[in-house]
């Protein structure tokens, strides 16, 4: 009778929002009391819907009402927790809807401690205590609160499924075990367990070991990546500073030379200054002599006139009409063609040494080449759609079905001139870089006397003339699987390959660029390997086809 007096007292002091004893406790306009942040925290998730309603009475307030702290409850619930009330136990914890409720309360349910498996029904605490008091209850079989119980009853007999049908692999009753499945092979629920508990202990011993080596791989691959980061923030560091080496000996270069050049006009300059004094002063002398004879002509008197005539001075002898002479020259011009020259040289070595560090970086790999596919669907995941370059295909290949299948004519197609152009050999490249892992199709056409080659090439194979330099597969730029009606043959290098094996008219072809493995396939129901490159690439690579015969057709297909 204390208990409940005790449990009726709490309940009356317990916020109905947190189900706890009341904190900071608040009444509202129509006289029921919350805590103070748990109250506000529900008028918060109003607001959005601009209305504000009590938990208990569904009473709406608008707008937004004040709290005040009700002064006689916080007085209450603090004396309350000086009697220890504040550790309520389990069993006066209300169920929330996730949680398990006990089968046993009446009106608002508690949550449940625990649920027994021989019973199927669920305890809170209090209900909970004869399975720990009783001695036929506590051989029980009690777990975590569970919602399957009923699960746990044969649908048929209505009783708990203690046994295991291994020939039906089923959970069944015992009655089923001498009914329907008396013929089988049964044994305990427990027993089956027992079993199966250690396979399961085997599979959990391979997971948790693939668990490990996974996560020494991950490990493995986090040094890796920290080794490739310093490695690349170290090499960029000291990239940067020989490049700044570089330009700063350049820009020295050019202030030497700025320099030189300006010295050189100073010197120049004042020798042409030094030059021009001397007629200038001559100049100054001869206008100062014609001054005074013009002063002498203009004399009227004869006697003055004869009188000063003899006093003149004869003109000296001129020294500068000889002694200058000016030379055709092109002053500091053969400088600039100098500092061209150079520059033009710095160009091709930069040329050459970029292409050079681009294919070191191309190379850096970490990992080891990844297994090549084996089904179709495998290839498929690495699939690119291909697309022909109208600009390079030969004058006789018509392109169709959006630039991915090219056919033979009669008839020249009247492309215009492009530098990209095959002007000889029957071919066309993709418009595509292929770099890492690619797959694509080709569907091939081939007339009795025809042929088509798949091909994957450098982009910088020469267009221009009929010499091997720009025929697929006959150059170390290009790699080419030939299809003929009845046969294969590989062309690398002038080298001729025969192929063995069953003609298809589907093409598959697999690049890994970074491991160097180019493959081709016969596509059927099977995927039979026709022949395999295994190399180093060092540019990215480009599709392409050779069509060599009037009516011949090859398309890329589209990925599926």
């Not at 608008?62 to 009697?83: D, F, I, Q």
């Not at 000063?308 to 002479?325: A, E, F, G, V």
């Not at 498929?380 to 004058?395: F, G, M, R, V």
Request: glycine share 4%; aromatic share 8%.
């Amino acid at each position: 009778m204390a208990q409940q007096e005790i449990q009726l007292d709490r309940e009356r002091f317990c916020c109905s929002i947190c189900l706890d004893l009341l904190k900071d406790p608040v009444t509202t306009g129509c006289g029921h009391s919350y805590c103070k942040s748990c109250i506000n925290t529900h008028w918060d998730h109003g607001e959005e819907r601009g209305s504000y309603s009590c938990p208990q009475c569904r009473k709406t307030f608008s707008p937004r009402p004040g709290l005040v702290k009700n002064t006689m409850l916080a007085a209450l619930v603090e004396e309350l927790k000086k009697t220890g009330l504040q550790a309520a136990p389990a069993y006066h914890c209300y169920a929330g809807p996730e949680d398990v409720t006990c089968d046993f309360c009446t009106g608002r349910k508690l949550k449940a401690l625990k649920s027994c498996l021989n019973c199927l029904a669920s305890y809170c605490e209090k209900h909970l205590q004869p399975h720990l008091q009783s001695a036929l209850l506590k051989k029980h079989k009690l777990v975590e609160p569970s919602e399957k119980l009923q699960e746990n009853l044969c649908s048929r007999h209505d009783e708990v499924m203690k046994m295991f049908c291994r020939t039906d692999q089923q959970c069944i009753c015992y009655l089923c075990s001498v009914d329907e499945h008396k013929d089988h092979d049964t044994v305990t629920a427990a027993a089956e367990r027992t079993a199966r508990q250690r396979e399961l202990g085997l599979r959990r011993q391979t997971i948790q070991q693939r668990v490990q080596d996974t996560e020494k791989d991950v490990k493995l691959l986090q040094q890796e990546e920290e080794a490739l980061n310093a490695s690349a923030d170290k090499e960029v560091a000291e990239s940067k500073e020989i490049f700044t080496e570089m330009i700063l000996l350049l820009m020295k270069r050019s202030s030497d030379v700025m320099q030189q050049i300006r010295s050189q006009q100073e010197t120049e300059v004042s020798r042409i200054r030094e030059l021009q004094e001397r007629p200038e002063q001559e100049i100054t002398e001869l206008k100062r002599k014609d001054q005074e004879l013009k002063q002498l002509s203009d004399t009227e008197d004869h006697y003055q006139f004869l009188h000063n005539y003899p006093s003149l001075t004869p003109l000296s002898r001129s020294t500068h009409s000889s002694s200058i002479r000016i030379r055709p020259v092109r002053y500091f011009e053969d400088v600039t063609a100098a500092v061209s020259q150079v520059r033009g040289r710095l160009q091709d070595i930069l040329s050459e040494t970029e292409r050079k560090i681009f294919q070191i970086v191309s190379q850096v790999d970490v990992l080891l080449p990844q297994p090549e596919p084996e089904t179709r669907a495998d290839f498929l995941k690495y699939s690119q759609e291909i697309t022909l370059d109208p600009n390079t295909a030969y004058k006789y290949l018509l392109l169709s079905e959006g630039n991915r299948q090219v056919t033979y004519m009669r008839v020249d197609q009247s492309y215009s001139n492009h530098t990209d152009r095959f002007t000889y050999w029957d071919q066309v490249l993709s418009r595509e870089s292929l770099t890492g892992r690619c797959y694509w199709e080709v569907e091939v056409g081939v007339r009795v006397r025809g042929g088509v080659g798949v091909a994957v090439t450098y982009k910088n194979i020469s267009r221009s003339g009929n010499s091997h330099e720009c025929r697929f597969g006959f150059n170390d730029t290009s790699w080419m699987l030939y299809c003929e009606v009845k046969r294969y043959n590989f062309y690398y290098n002038s080298i001729k390959t025969p192929v063995s094996g069953p003609v298809s008219s589907r093409v598959g072809v697999y690049l890994d660029h970074s491991a160097g493995v180019l493959s081709f396939y016969r596509v059927s129901d099977t995927m039979t390997l026709l022949h395999r490159v295994q190399t180093t690439f060092t540019h990215p690579l480009y599709a392409g086809v050779r069509v060599c015969n009037y009516g011949d057709t090859a398309k890329f297909c589209k990925p599926k």
